[in-house]
């Protein structure tokens, strides 16, 4: 459809925008963060063949939100956290399954140095999604 044509013709601004959303706290009810990783996982499905080169990116970026969400002891509610913990992990597994693995082996390395459980789960979610 169009709006494939319009996410991949917008791929490296929308990628921008996504990068900077992530790294953002917006208030407790974190609405921007969320939206954002719907639409990441929208830019996935549409853009599937070249989400693979921007893979590093996009890992570091959702990794470190999850960290950031995890460690903050701030306002957020528990249910929001699960939530933006929920979306960046069907973001690695729709990330995994369009390289073909590539986000399995790049997990690797993190989930045996990482001691957060919360953290830890999501990545075992994404390593055993066939």
Same mark, same amino acid.
């Given at each position: ?6 996410? +991949? ?11 900077? @959303? ?20 929208c830019t996935i499905e549409h853009a599937w063949p070249r989400m693979p080169c921007r893979l ?12 950031? +969400? ?9 249910? +929001?956290?699960?939530?933006?913990? *929920?979306?960046?992990?069907? /973001? ?5 399954? #369009? ?5 399995? +082996?790049?997990?690797?390395?993190? @989930?045996?140095? #990482?001691?957060?459980? *919360?953290?830890?789960? /999501? ?8």
């Open positions: 459809g169009s709006l494939g044509i319009l996410i +991949v013709r917008h791929l490296k601004r929308l990628e921008r925008v996504i990068l900077g @959303y992530l790294e953002v706290w917006d208030g407790p009810e974190e609405e921007a963060r969320l939206g954002i990783l719907e639409t990441l996982q590093p990116v996009l890992l570091k970026a959702l990794l470190k939100m999850m960290w950031d +969400v995890h460690t903050d002891r701030g306002s957020t509610p528990e249910a +929001v956290k699960a939530a933006l913990l *929920q979306g960046a992990t069907e /973001c690695l597994i729709l990330l995994d399954r #369009c390289s073909e693995g590539q986000v399995k +082996v790049l997990l690797q390395g993190v @989930y045996s140095s #990482c001691e957060e459980n *919360q953290v830890r789960e /999501c990545i075992r979610r994404v390593q055993e999604d066939t």
